[in-house]
């Protein structure tokens, strides 16, 4: 038996909240690209985020892609947690997904043609990368006798959960150390928050139409990736609005000048 929803009101609800989260997600991407530009500078992102994000969101693409256009694939997501369960990823999982990753690969070619400063991907952030994709390959081995895609896609929603998990941590790590976060944009994190709240909110839609909670663990990743967002993106409204606020000063249209721009048009 195919699963189907109960409730048409729910099946509304969840298909406009996560269409919401989508554009929210979406758009999160053009205010740092946007600031990129004006500024013509990428001086304040850190690039290790860049890097993480790009891995995060390709595992993520493979994952959801996979999941929601593999019919064998579906065959054994209902082998392992049962034909009335629905799948959990929506149209709107992968196209976010697509996306993510084209923005986010627009925002490193940003890096090569803008003011990047002294700033460099770092040799962890290099070796983390390395490990993972060689990692992914091994697994990708060891799956294909035996034609074992659930678990290999799983493998991919781990690395993006864990990515998501690390990804953030060497920016938070940069606007402490220089107590700033100008370069680093506060619309961004402000509609990632919104996308990782309705996104939450569209699979409790789900759980309550179906009365289980086997969407939430049936794809653990689109859960943990959630929480993690709304952890870090709250860390980040905390250091940019409580613990280095930007003066007025600082801001043309959301769009602020790094203090050494400043100096540097004094002195001419």
């Known amino acids: 038996m195919s699963s189907s929803w109960n409730s048409v009101g729910l099946e509304v609800l969840y298909q406009v ?3 919401v989260a989508f554009f929210a997600w979406s758009f999160s991407f053009y205010p740092q690209v946007l600031l990129n530009y004006r500024r013509k500078s990428v001086v304040g992102l850190n690039f290790d985020f860049l890097v993480l994000n790009l891995t995060k969101h390709s595992s993520y693409l493979i994952y959801n892609a996979s999941l929601f256009f593999s019919p064998f694939i579906q065959r054994q997501y209902h082998d392992k947690y049962g034909d009335k369960e629905m799948i959990p990823v929506a149209a709107n999982d992968v196209a976010f997904s697509l996306h993510a990753v084209a923005l986010t690969a627009f925002t490193v070619f940003q890096v090569f043609i803008y003011e990047r400063g002294m700033q460099k991907v770092s040799k962890v952030c290099i070796s983390i990368t390395a490990i993972v ?7 990708l081995i060891i799956a294909w006798p035996k034609s074992d895609w659930l678990w290999l896609i799983d493998v991919f929603n781990s690395i993006q959960v864990g990515m998501t998990a690390i990804k953030y941590i060497p920016q938070a790590i940069m606007n402490f150390r ?10 961004n994190i402000l509609l990632d928050l919104t996308g990782g709240v309705l996104n939450f909110g569209q699979m409790g839609v789900q759980s309550i139409d179906q009365h289980t909670l086997v969407n ?10 959630s929480l993690e967002t709304v952890f870090f993106d709250v860390l980040f409204i905390i250091q940019h609005y409580v613990l280095y606020p930007v003066k007025k000063d600082e801001y043309a249209d959301d769009f602020p000048v790094l203090p050494i721009e400043v100096k540097h048009v004094a002195a001419q």
């Open 17 to 19: 909240l996560g269409w």
């Open 133 to 139: 994709w060689t990692a992914a390959i091994v697994c």
């Open 178 to 187: 220089r107590k700033s976060t100008i370069g680093w944009s506060i619309g």
């Open 216 to 225: 939430f663990y049936g794809n653990i990743g689109k859960t943990l990736l």
